[in-house]
């Protein structure tokens, strides 16, 4: 065991991949449930989003094309979730999970043909001068640009959030569709967009694991990501900060672990492999006393009858 | 316009008669599906369907059928007590893993000792580690009101991590040559879950039928049952007649961890043997669908259980014979779930052609 092999600042920099995907999830379901629907379904959405983003980018040999393609195929997906939570009025825990369970099915369906293969690589945006920088060059400026892009991500959705008339809108929806109905807002066309920006965030994220963080497809690759990711939005109480912090406190969590193993720490590794989903479960425990913060229309069936 | 038109009484003659016609959307979607892959639709859903029950080989597929439902069956009929409550375990998968091993750790501590009350010790084994993986999630429910969907299905992952460690360490096989997994309880008369091998019959198939009478019991006969169904359709009114919340999540999650548990037991002192890195192939998960499907009843869960089985085995068999792939049963298996959750609509609410315009 050599616990010194460990590079603090090679490890804050693969902490933030780690957290990328964790990020990139949780601020689009952050946005869906703020408006007031609760989507189950990240983990299906992420799954669908890493094979069309892998694939799209191997036939194209542009990640670039992957990334969106992997956007637009977590919200294709979650275009099954708005038929059923918002046009035939299902459930929506039922429905999430009908579309975990679906998109794991279809994504080993799409990405047979792509087992084993190599996807090309992503550029990193190695930012002249500032990236040769000792400690804070390879730590700040030397990531690949989805990176950057979940960060500013979260900022453009706090600033949406605090400062314009369309985050106000979306908050109402998700506090009181009623009284946002009454008021002559449109409530299922701004879930409907919400829940398209969450899918395609969702599939962003799926694709940043098969295309950065791996980079490889196999089955059921995001392995309980979309899940945490879901838990993350909780330990946050819905602030996009928060959401940031969370998931950078779940990427240090991953990449320890991962160090530890290659270290070859005494502790077995499936047991350091279990550490994610446990301090997960540990953290929701701290943090779910206080669920004042939670949007009051969460998870609630809006129908404009009556 | 089309507009909905929510009725002031769930139809009764939909509620039965959505199954049905999810099932029959999803063999038109679930063809289409096939068709797209380059196979013959007609020929794929008659392997699926059919062959099993009624091809030649039907004599061997028909036990099979047992094999397979008696698990989702069982771990459906415990979700679907949590599920009418509004309490979602959806980590079923997790308890069955763990039912598993401590049920198989029971059996394998006596080995080689032969003795009568062996199986019934890993019968209690089983229920019991299901059980108690259960409570945690409950636990934490009702003292920090912790969101059991999320604790539940990250207990999974760490139990997927336990079986790994368990099959390369504690449970390994000492005469296994280094191989992972643990010593095959078929090989173990005392600790052996079979009835009859030929017949597909094994306790696990017996405490499905069991689970499913007591159940229907509970639900239809029993206060706590009442107070299941109460806390459901109206969790206000259930406070009123003096429910207690906590002790009703406690056993919802309770039962379907020991039914859970029970599963992943007999499974493994049956049909796959022995503990290995990857004996479970995701009747936890399944089961979701199965009791929904099932519209959450004890007899709807049960012919549930028996279609989901047909088509595990109908895939296996087009598997083999058509080349499809493995994973078009699973989507198949999703499809279902959203035909069914699509057209529960039409029990909750009338679709109405609108043509007054409006102001």
Known sequence: MDISAIN?????????????????????????????????????????????????????????????????GGAMLSLLFVFLTQVVLANQVASGLALTLFGLGLSALMGQRYVGVRPPQTAHLDIPFLS????????????????????????????VLKYTRAGLILRAVGENHDAAHALGYKVVRIRIMAIMFGGACAGLGGAYISLVRVPQWTEGMTAGVGWIALALVVF??????????????????????????????????????????????????????????????????????? | MIVLEKRPQPSRAWSLATPLVAVLATMVFGG???????????????????????????????????????????????????????????????????????????GLAFYPLEAWYIFPLMVIGGALGGWAWAMIPALLKVRFGTNEILVSLMLVYVAEQLLASMSLGLLKNPDGFGFPGSRNLNDYASANSWISQDAGMHWGVVAAMIAVIFSYILLNR??????????????????????????????????????????????????????????????????????????????????????????????????????????????????????????????????????RKVA
């Not at chain 2, 030649?56 to 007590?81: D, T």
């Not at chain 2, 298996?333 to 109405?352: E, H, K, P, S, W």
Request: hydrophobic content about 55%; some cysteine; aromatic content about 10%.
């Open chain 1, 8 to 72: 603090p600042v090679l490890l804050v920099a693969s902490l933030m991949v780690a957290a990328t995907p964790i990020l990139l999830a949780a601020i689009g379901e952050l946005v869906v449930e703020r408006a007031g629907v609760l989507n189950l379904g990240v983990e299906g959405m992420m799954i669908i989003g890493a094979i069309s983003g892998f694939a799209i980018a191997v036939e194209t040999g542009s990640p670039l094309l992957g990334f969106i393609a992997s956007a637009i």
């Open chain 1, 132 to 159: 040769d920088m000792p400690v804070l060059g390879p730590i700040l400026f030397s990531h690949d640009p989805i990176l950057y892009l979940s960060i500013a991500i979260v900022a453009s959705i706090w600033a």
């Open chain 1, 236 to 306: 946050a109480s819905w602030k996009p900060w928060r959401v940031l912090l969370g998931a950078y406190l779940f990427g240090g969590v991953t990449v320890v672990q991962l160090n530890l193993q290659a270290a070859g720490v005494a502790i077995p590794v499936e047991y350091l492999a279990m550490s994610p989903y446990l301090i997960t479960i540990i953290v929701l425990v701290i943090l779910s006393k206080d669920k004042s913060s939670a949007p009051a229309s969460l998870g609630r069936i809006f129908h404009a009858s009556h």
């Open chain 2, 32 to 106: 289409l599906l096939f068709a797209v892959l380059g196979k013959n639709p007609v020929e794929a859903i008659r392997i699926i369907f059919y062959d099993p029950l009624f091809g030649e080989f039907a004599f061997y597929y028909r036990p099979q059928l047992l094999v397979k439902g008696a698990p989702l069956v069982l771990i459906a009929i415990g979700l679907s007590l949590g599920f009418k409550a509004g309490i979602w375990n959806i980590g079923a998968e997790g308890q069955y893993i763990i039912g598993a091993i401590t049920g198989a750790g029971v």
């Open chain 2, 222 to 355: 029993h206060m706590l049952g009442f107070h299941i169904r109460l806390t459901g359709e109206a969790p206000r009114a259930a406070k009123f007649a003096g429910v207690n919340p906590g002790r009703l999540i406690l056993f919802c999650l309770g039962a379907s961890g020991a039914l859970a548990g029970l599963a992943g037991l007999f499974e493994v002192a049956g049909p796959t043997g022995q503990i290995s890195i990857d004996f479970n192939v995701g009747y936890g998960f399944t089961a979701i669908i199965v009791a929904f499907l099932g519209r959450l009843h004890p007899v709807g869960i049960l012919l549930a259980g028996a279609l989901m089985a047909l088509t595990y085995i109908g895939g296996e068999i087009a598997q083999s014979q058509m080349g499809l792939p493995a994973a078009a049963i699973q989507v198949f298996q999703g499809m279902l779930l959203f035909f069914l959750l699509a057209f529960d609509i039409l029990t909750n609410y009338r679709v109405r052609l609108n043509t």
